[in-house]
């Protein structure tokens, strides 16, 4: 293990933990952290990250675990949903980590991230918020798209492999700025 390792360990575990006191300011606040590991890989000449991607898989194992520990203190349709959909993303990590095929990550989207960070921005914004199953489908169905664009862009057509962070976050910013 590399010190550059380690600390990106360090800064990513203590960026998970909030989210067991906050849960919506720490769940952003973890998934922030999360994305800054990219650019502490690039800033930092502490002796690499050999295999990024089966660390950061690791790492979001943390983070996960923590939304979890929250996700069990709710009730109803928001648990029984949060615990499958962890369960899920949970086969594929095993799964990555058994074959190293990142397109697996594209069968197993990590919806329980964005259905934690939904749920906990309604408990924050509408207390007393009622699930019915139709509502969780139309949720699902919308997390479900929205991050399986993500995994795509990461792994299925991996439009930042090859690319320091820096350089990422300017091809975003033309993408998002470009006009016609």
């Known amino acids: 293990m590399t010190l550059e390792v380690l600390v990106i360990a360090v800064i990513r575990i203590a ?28 800033a930092l000449d502490l002796g690499g990250v050999p295999d990024y991607q089966s660390l950061d898989k690791w790492l979001d194992q ?6 979890l520990i929250v996700a069990l203190r709710w009730e109803g ?3 029984r949903v949060a ?4 369960a899920y993303r949970l086969v594929g990590f095993f799964l990555f980590e058994l074959t190293h095929e990142r397109s697996l990550l ?24 009622s699930w019915t199953a139709a509502r969780v489908g139309l949720a699902l169905i919308l997390l479900a798209g929205l ?3 993500h995994e795509w862009a990461l792994h299925g057509g991996r439009i930042f492999d090859g690319v320091t962070s820096l350089e990422a976050l300017d091809r975003v910013w033309r993408w998002l700025t470009e006009s016609g």
Do not use: Q
């Open 77 to 79: 349709l928001e648990r």
């Open 15 to 42: 960026g998970s933990l909030p989210v067991l006191r906050w849960p919506l300011a720490g769940g952003i606040l973890a998934v922030l952290i999360d994305l800054s590991d990219l650019l502490l890989r690039d």
């Open 106 to 129: 594209l069968l197993f989207p990590n919806v329980f991230e964005f259905w934690f960070l939904a749920v906990a921005a309604l408990h924050r914004l509408r207390p007393g918020f």
């Open 147 to 149: 991050k399986e664009a």
């Open 83 to 86: 615990i499958g959909l962890f």
């Open 62 to 67: 943390v983070y996960m675990a923590c939304f």
